[in-house]
């Protein structure tokens, strides 16, 4: 008898304890999986500004600058020996311009007796002007090849990571030629798809990103207006992106349409024997029904999954 009493209990709670869903069409994202390069936003080559002799090197790749920082001192013997014929040609016009202001002295000296002429005295003060604009003209000079010198000096461009040096101590290099690259301006993703999907793409749209010990999200920062062999090229913002190795590829599924699917939660389906089934009401009786599914997502924040075949919209489902 209490055996009876209990079964009629369990029987009566049964329907009291399950929720019941009616299926609707839900728009769901078209996926498409490409990769993306892990680039930095800014490339920037610190570039020697005098061609010569690398007497230091201060960084390798993998370093991390700040801006203006010397990472290199570029030499040219040549520059030296030019300031030094400036310093030469310097001394011996000084003592020209002293002899010359000498000699002007003795002139109005001999102007105020009346032995010298008035155009002699200009003559005197004329070479005395000569002699120094030429020590202007020289000094100039050399401040030239001194900043020369001081330009042998190759600062960052840019705060960021040191991604290429292609010289070596020793070297010789010319004018303009790099001696390091360095990556700033942050990281993203750089990513190259097919042009036939170009106008499903959008700024700001949102993207899924698979590693290997995670997945993320990200969104399209710039898309670029310029079709490159049949691609569009897109950067996306990722927020805590691995950058450890510049270049590396991720995969990446955009959103390049839309479809409608059936969503019925996780907790509503049961395997057996291999085979997923969910339990439908119809006409007040409940029957299972053998399902196949699809990807599984979270919608709202419930763990829901797409139902292939087996249902169909307006029917509904009843989960623990």
């Not at 960084?59 to 030499?75: C, F, K, L, P």
């Not at 030296?80 to 040609?89: G, L, P, R, T, V």
């Not at 997502?297 to 829901?304: E, F, K, Q, V």
Request: net charge negative; charged share 25%.
């Amino acid at each position: 008898m209490r055996a009876l009493l209990l079964a009629s209990v369990l029987v009566a709670a049964g329907p009291a304890l399950s929720e019941t869903v009616t299926l609707t069409p839900v728009t769901l994202p078209e996926w498409k999986a490409v990769y993306g390069r892990i680039e930095t936003k800014e490339t920037i080559p610190a570039r020697a500004r005098i061609g010569g002799t690398i007497r230091s090197l201060f960084v390798s790749e993998g370093d991390t600058v700040s801006e203006g920082q010397e990472i290199a001192v570029v030499h040219d013997d040549k520059i030296e020996f030019q300031i030094a014929a400036y310093d030469a040609q310097i001394a011996a016009m000084t003592a020209q311009l002293e002899t010359a202001e000498t000699e002007l002295k003795r002139g109005e000296a001999l102007v105020e007796r009346g032995v010298a002429t008035v155009q002699r005295l200009d003559q005197l003060r004329t070479s005395v002007d000569v002699v120094r604009g030429q020590i202007i003209a020289t000094e100039a000079q050399r401040d030239i090849s001194v900043q020369q010198q001081t330009e042998g000096r190759v600062l960052a461009p840019a705060e960021g990571r040191v991604l290429t040096v292609p010289v070596t101590p020793g070297a010789v290099i010319l004018p303009g030629e790099p001696v390091a690259t360095i990556g700033g301006g942050g990281f993203f993703l750089r990513l190259s798809v097919p042009e036939r999907h170009a106008t499903a793409l959008a700024e700001g749209d949102a993207i899924r990103i698979t590693t290997d010990s995670e997945e993320g999200e990200g969104r399209i920062a710039k898309l670029y207006p310029q079709i490159d062999n049949g691609r569009v090229t897109a950067d996306v913002e990722v927020e805590g992106l691995d950058t450890a190795y510049v270049n590396a590829r991720v995969l990446v599924r955009l959103p390049v349409g839309e479809r409608q699917a059936l969503m019925i939660p996780e907790g509503a389906v049961s395997m057996r024997s291999g085979i997923d089934f969910v339990t439908v009401s119809e006409g007040g009786h409940q029957a299972e029904r053998a399902v196949v599914l699809g990807e599984a997502t979270t919608l709202d924040g419930a763990a829901m999954v797409e139902v292939l075949t087996g249902l169909a919209a307006g029917e509904t489902v009843v989960t623990p």
